[in-house]
């Protein structure tokens, strides 16, 4: 299942990269990542409940103001709000 956390409060893109590193180390774990323009973590997992706890300590420990908010499948939108140029669009 593929799962998507809002981290209200990221504010560093080297954190981002430090944790989307850290979680995709965790044997549970299929695939993470960070991006950090829209502050969205999206990772692969069939083994949720128990590997949900673990990853929060990762986000945590390196930026402790997150606030991390589950987006709910129902939620996944695409936007491409202010994409001004043909091949950056078509990345």
Same mark, same amino acid.
């Given at each position: 299942? *593929?799962?998507?956390?809002? /981290? #209200?409060? /990221? @504010? &560093?893109?080297? &954190?981002?990269? =430090? +944790?989307?590193?850290? =979680?995709? $180390? !965790?044997? !549970?774990?299929? #695939? &993470?990542?960070?991006?950090?323009? %829209? $502050? *969205?973590?999206?990772?692969?997992? #069939? ?7 673990? +990853?929060? $300590? *990762?986000? !945590?420990?390196?930026?402790? @103001? *997150?606030?991390?908010?589950? +987006? $709910?499948? %129902? ?5 491409? @709000?202010?994409? @001004?140029?043909?091949?950056?669009? %078509?990345?």
């Amino acid at each position: 299942m *593929i799962y998507k956390w809002q /981290l #209200n409060g /990221l @504010d &560093c893109a080297h &954190c981002a990269g =430090v +944790i989307e590193q850290k =979680v995709n $180390k !965790l044997e !549970l774990v299929d #695939n &993470c990542s960070v991006e950090f323009l %829209s $502050k *969205i973590m999206t990772f692969e997992t #069939n083994e949720y409940d128990k590997v949900k706890d673990e +990853i929060e $300590k *990762i986000v !945590l420990k390196r930026e402790p @103001d *997150i606030k991390i908010e589950v +987006i $709910k499948a %129902s939620d996944y939108k695409l936007s491409f @709000d202010g994409v @001004d140029c043909a091949h950056c669009a %078509s990345v």
